[in-house]
């Protein structure tokens, strides 16, 4: 595929959504052309791993895939989360973590192709609508190539009827022309379910939660699910996707 675009994939395998997020926000402040790396311990030696031969010639726009040991996200919205309901979340065995992007709570769980793309939308189109659009876009035809049919709402995230398939969260860091997102989506593959029950999922009284192995009555694996998504991705976004 010929394009100027060209995103750098980095596959993190199982950790700690902690780390992760530390990793995001230096791949962010990389980014934005400041010399801080707010990652320490074991993500700066992973960030290290992140750079080529020299500061030049390094791609900033990156796609990290991961999958994360039991975690509650919360996002920017915070009333309705008490320390009594942190507390409760967390002697179930998950972490907890308050982060900047949008939407409530949500559920993060070994059986989910997460994926943040750190990319500077000036590149693309600046701007967060376009960019939600485009994500739900290749997620929808990600589980198009397993015969799911998935749809938008007006609820964010990718839907199978009424029940959510694909959770999505997003932020942008904005900085003079350049829009740098972080966050993004968590696609349920072969996830456990029963995790789910402990909360109202993104905050959505009523609705349900899925996966492609529940709509398929088989097992779909991470592995499964990611070629599907890459070429997905590639596709509307326009990009030349390079594992380095």
Not at 173 to 197: K, P, Q, Y
Request: charged share 20%.
């Amino acid at each position: 595929m010929t394009s100027q675009r060209v995103v750098q994939l980095v596959r993190l395998g199982r950790m700690q959504y902690g780390i992760t997020l530390n990793i995001q926000n230096s791949l962010v402040q990389r980014h934005l052309e400041t010399n801080e790396q707010s990652a320490l311990g074991k993500s700066n030696e992973l960030l290290q791993q992140l750079k080529l031969k020299n500061e030049h010639d390094e791609i900033l726009d990156k796609l990290i895939l991961v999958e994360h040991e039991p975690v509650y996200t919360i996002g920017k919205r915070t009333k309705e989360y008490t320390l009594e309901e942190r507390q409760r979340l967390e002697a179930l065995g998950a972490d907890f973590y308050k982060t900047n992007r949008g939407g409530l709570i949500t559920y993060l769980v070994p059986g989910q192709l997460v994926a943040y793309p750190i990319l500077n939308l000036a590149n693309y189109k600046p701007s967060i609508k376009w960019y939600m659009d485009s994500l739900t876009d290749a997620i929808i035809n990600t589980c198009r190539q397993f015969n799911i049919e998935a749809s938008s709402s007006s609820d964010v995230g990718v839907w199978v009827g009424n029940n959510k398939i694909c959770a999505m969260g997003v932020h942008a860091s904005v900085h003079a022309s350049r829009f740098i997102t972080m966050h993004g989506i968590a696609l349920n593959c072969n996830t456990d379910m029963t995790w789910f029950e402990h909360i109202v999922p993104c905050g959505l009284v009523g609705k349900g939660v899925t996966s492609i192995s529940q709509e398929l009555n088989q097992n779909v694996t991470i592995d499964d699910a990611e070629g599907p998504f890459l070429k997905s991705f590639s596709d509307f976004f326009k990009c030349e996707i390079v594992e380095i």
